[in-house]
């Protein structure tokens, strides 16, 4: 029976390269906008730095978070894309349905990634307390520049891991055969 090496998985410190042949889609939520841009525009300067290249990061504006799911399973199983990042801000307007729509989002996009089997990153984010005064937005346009540069770190390194464990598995297949 072959074995797989799993040790070489262990993530390192270095983000690695993305190759510039892979498609990546971006989906944006519209509510706070000019916040949750920061993050979808700082995910596209870091992938292209990492080797991306612009012209395959499709970007999608949607009304809010709660349609990102469906659009983040119709772009993950087109087959077009190798990962989808997904960005929103989902505030508490003082009721409690943005505890249902946040759970909704994230389990949604958990299972997009389960489903289809292309790695999905949520930057779909729920401040505890958000106020639209200028403390709040300040803080929040820089937060999701940073969370946008995570994502993008994050979405390389899942990236290279995939491609390690498709050549292992595909390894092992053909010496099995």
């Not at 906008?33 to 612009?54: K, N, P, T, W, Y």
């Not at 759970?103 to 729920?126: E, K, N, Y």
């Not at 929040?140 to 994502?151: R, W």
């Amino acid at each position: 029976m072959n074995q797989i090496d799993l040790q070489h998985l262990s993530p390192s410190d270095a983000v690695p390269r993305v190759p510039s042949s892979t498609r990546i889609a971006i989906i944006s939520a519209n509510w706070h906008d000019d916040i949750v841009h920061q993050a979808r525009d700082s995910a596209i300067r870091r992938l292209v730095e990492l080797g991306a290249d612009a012209a395959r990061i499709q970007t999608v504006e949607l009304p809010g978070a709660f349609e990102i799911p469906l659009m983040a399973h119709k772009l993950a199983a087109s087959g077009q894309f190798d990962a989808v990042i997904a960005c929103a801000l989902i505030v508490n307007g003082g009721i409690y349905r943005h505890e249902f729509v946040t759970t909704a989002v994230i389990d949604g996009l958990m299972r997009v990634q389960l489903d289809t089997g292309v790695p999905v990153f949520s930057v779909a984010l729920t401040p505890l307390n958000f106020h639209d005064h200028d403390d709040h937005h300040d803080y929040f346009f820089q937060h999701f520049v940073k969370k946008g540069e995570e994502a993008a770190n994050a979405c390389a390194h899942t990236l290279a891991q995939h491609a390690l464990v498709n050549d292992l598995l595909g390894t092992a297949t053909a010496t099995a055969a």
